[in-house]
T-cell receptor
Framework: AQSVTQLDSQVPVFEEAPVELRCNYS??????LFWYVQYPNQGLQLLLK??????LVESINGFEAEFNKSQTSFHLRKPSVHISDTAEYFC????????????FGKGTRLSVIA | GAVVSQHPSRVICKSGTSVKIECRSL??????MFWYRQFPKQSLMLMAT?????????EQGVEKDKFLINHASLTLSTLTVTSAHPEDSSFYIC?????????????FGSGTRLTVV
């Protein structure tokens, strides 16, 4: 079965500390991988995505994620977090083709503590 | 580019009434629209997939007679919650794939917070 797992439901971290949000997937077909961020009562904003090529992808606000095919993972990292990074983060996977819906993990609540 | 506009952003309705949520693709033709529901502090769950000009495909457990989806044009998909009840209160989000018009990906509406009282 195809699925996405975010093991950590909540991650508290102090400001300026590094953080890693974990995402693993299960699939028998090729995948495209995404990370989205959601602020309270808002829609989803794309952070970054992996389609092909370099396995390390970066966002404009300092986040990065690395696609690891052997471990079927796409963990999200940031070397130094800010208060404004407090939000819900969703890992999502597209299986097969461009016209199939995204499958979302359960989300990880990142809380940055001053 | 590839923007989906979703309205209303918030709606409060009385139990037993119907509510329509619209998602419009502003600068591209969305032949497919995915509809998700998100309960508080939970993930997005796919409800149905609509394709322009054909009947929507519903996920298991989603009542098609309760959640009516119409995709009559290439720029508009609607979700109507019929005879709404408090348990239908949720955050509804639409999403369209953008591989036809941009790099592979998906664009999302800003969501609709439905509260049934």
């Amino acid at each position: 079965a195809q699925s996405v797992t975010q093991l950590d439901s909540q991650v508290p971290v102090f400001e300026e500390a590094p953080v890693e949000l974990r995402c693993n997937y299960s699939s028998s077909v090729s995948v495209y991988l995404f990370w989205y961020v959601q602020y309270p009562n808002q829609g989803l904003q794309l952070l970054l995505k992996y389609l092909s090529g370099s396995t390390l992808v970066e966002s404009i606000n300092g986040f990065e994620a690395e696609f690891n095919k052997s471990q079927t993972s796409f963990h999200l990292r940031k070397p130094s977090v800010h208060i404004s990074d407090t939000a819900e983060y969703f890992c999502a996977v597209s299986f097969n083709s461009g016209n199939t819906p995204l499958v979302f993990g359960k989300g990880t609540r990142l809380s940055v503590i001053a | 580019g590839a923007v989906v506009s979703q309205h209303p952003s918030r709606v409060i309705c009385k139990s037993g009434t119907s509510v329509k949520i619209e998602c419009r693709s502003l600068d591209f033709q969305a032949t497919t629209m995915f509809w998700y529901r998100q309960f508080p502090k939970q993930s997005l769950m796919l409800m149905a997939t609509s394709n322009e000009g054909s009947k929507a495909t519903y996920e298991q457990g989603v009542e098609k007679d309760k959640f009516l989806i119409n995709h009559a044009s290439l720029t508009l998909s609607t979700l109507t919650v019929t005879s709404a009840h408090p348990e239908d209160s949720s955050f509804y989000i639409c999403s369209a794939p953008t591989y036809r018009v941009a790099n592979y990906g998906y664009t999302f509406g800003s969501g609709t917070r439905l509260t049934v009282v």
